[in-house]
């Protein structure tokens, strides 16, 4: 049973426009939530968090979006760069003991020049 | 800051063999989280060591295990290696500061585990 889903595997956008990528998550427990960026070859890069406390926090670019009674969390690039073409993770962890990171599949950003 | 480096990159193993896989966590960092990446799928959690104990485990059985010396370095071991095996195996640190473990992990750039 997936507890964080990230129902679109692949995303096209052009450079300059806005990348929204969603996920979605079934455990109310889940109180932070963490977008990953991976590159072919390398490990997940942190991007950037959310505390459900929150429902929006924002870095550079990047902006992360929590709607909590939904259980829904969006990414937004903006604007897109070729440099942020690469598959996004959305994560999600319910604190606990050890605080693990249960992970969606992944989406597949690709920005065209 | 050195961040967290993975050894082997790459390993081929041959079903039923064990094998080991190490890890350097981030300076500064005293936890180590290991996780599976099968393809096409996210990472999952296989388990946490801190203070050289094993602090949490996901749904993977008892031939895998781990270690975490007193540098904080850490090593994953799996033993009668099966078909299934074959994944990308990647370890993050993170800092424990007294009210539990950061939130926020960093990883390594895997190693990937062929079986055949």
């Known amino acids: 049973d997936q507890q964080v889903k990230q129902n679109s595997p692949s995303l096209s956008v052009q450079e300059g426009r806005i990348s929204i990528l969603n996920c979605d998550y079934t455990?109310?427990?889940?109180?932070?939530f963490l977008w990953y960026k991976k590159y072919p070859a390398e490990g997940p890069t942190f991007l950037i968090s959310i505390s459900s406390i929150k429902d929006k926090n924002e870095d550079g670019r990047f902006t992360v979006f929590l709607n909590k009674s939904a259980k829904h969390l969006s990414l937004h690039i903006v604007p897109s760069q070729p440099g942020d073409s690469a598959v996004y993770f959305c994560a999600a962890s319910d604190g606990g003991s050890n605080y693990k990171l249960t992970f969606g599949k992944g989406t597949l950003l690709t920005v065209n020049p | 800051e050195t961040g967290v480096t993975q050894s082997p990159t790459h390993l081929i193993k041959t079903r039923g063999q064990q094998v080991t896989l190490r890890c350097s966590s981030q300076s500064g960092h005293n936890t180590v989280s290991w996780y599976q990446q099968a393809l096409g799928q996210g990472p999952q959690f296989i388990f946490q060591y801190y203070r050289e104990e094993e602090n949490g485990r996901g749904n993977f059985p008892p031939r895998f295990s781990g270690l975490q010396f007193p540098n904080y370095s850490s090593e994953l071991n799996v033993n009668a290696l099966e078909l299934d095996d074959s994944a990308l195996y990647l370890c993050?640190?993170?800092?424990?500061?007294?009210?539990?473990?950061?939130?926020?992990?960093?990883f390594g750039p895997g190693t990937r585990l062929t079986v055949t």
């Open positions: 455990n109310s427990m889940f109180d932070y």
């Open positions: 993050a640190s993170s800092l424990e500061s007294g009210g539990g473990p950061d939130y926020e992990q960093y």
